[in-house]
C-alpha cells in the first residue's frame, strides 16, 4: 500500500470512528475527560465551559494540540486516536455560525433551546479539532484513572415505600 493510500485510510477510519461515536475522549494539558461533539467539515466541534454545558478540558487552548481518542458505539473500547489541531471559533464568524447549527441539532435536552446559540456566543466555548496525525498503535494498558471532580450528586436512598408501590402495579397486571 502506498503512503498515499494509508492517509487516506487513516483519513477514512477517523471520520467514520468520530462520526458514529456519541462521547470522545480529549486531553490536553490536564487528564481526559468524555465530550459529546458533532463531526462537521472534516472537524469534531465541542462547546462547553459555560453554565448548564459541559465541561472541556483543561488547556484546551487555541492554536495547541490535544490528543482524541474514539471509542466503539457498540462495546465501548477504543477505535483510534489521533492527534488534533485545536481552535477555538470566533462567536458569529461564518465558521462559528455553521458549527453551531450542527451541534444545536445534537445538544439534548436544553433548557433554553430558543435562545441557546445566543448563550452559547455569550458564554461559552466552541471548539474545533482537525485532525493531524494518526495513531494506530492503542496502549496496552488500560489508561485508567481516578474519576474527575464534578459537581453531580448520586441518587438519595430508596423511599421505604416503593417497593410496595412497584409490587402493587405487578400483580396488577
Same mark, same amino acid.
Not at 445534537?106 to 433554553?112: E, G, S, T, V
Not at 433551546?113 to 448563550?119: H, K
Given at each position: 500500500m502506498t503512503d498515499a493510500a494509508a492517509a487516506l485510510l487513516e483519513k477514512a477510519l477517523v471520520e467514520e470512528a468520530t462520526k458514529k461515536s456519541g462521547l470522545i475522549w480529549v486531553r490536553a494539558a490536564g487528564p481526559a475527560r468524555a465530550v459529546w461533539h458533532v463531526w462537521h467539515e472534516g472537524a469534531a466541534h465541542l462547546v462547553g465551559d459555560g453554565p448548564g454545558e459541559q465541561p472541556l478540558p483543561e488547556g484546551l487552548t487555541d492554536g495547541g494540540r490535544a490528543e482524541v481518542t474514539v471509542r466503539s458505539k457498540d462495546k465501548g473500547g477504543r477505535l483510534v486516536a489521533w492527534t488534533a489541531a485545536v481552535r477555538v471559533l470566533a462567536p458569529h464568524s461564518e465558521e462559528?455560525?455553521?458549527?453551531?447549527?450542527?451541534?444545536?441539532?445534537?445538544?439534548?435536552?436544553?433548557?433554553?433551546?430558543?435562545?441557546?446559540?445566543?448563550?452559547?456566543?455569550?458564554?461559552? %466555548?466552541?471548539?474545533?479539532?482537525?485532525?493531524?496525525a494518526v495513531s494506530t498503535q492503542l496502549p496496552d494498558t488500560s489508561?485508567? %484513572?481516578a474519576p474527575l471532580p464534578t459537581g453531580a450528586t448520586t441518587r438519595q436512598p430508596v423511599p421505604a415505600g416503593l417497593p410496595r408501590l412497584l409490587l402493587k402495579r405487578r400483580r396488577g397486571r
Open positions: 462559528w455560525e455553521a458549527a453551531v447549527a450542527e451541534l444545536k441539532g445534537k445538544r439534548l435536552n436544553a433548557p433554553d433551546a430558543e435562545v441557546m446559540t445566543e448563550r452559547w456566543a455569550r458564554e461559552c %466555548a466552541v471548539v474545533r479539532l482537525t485532525p493531524e489508561l485508567a %484513572a
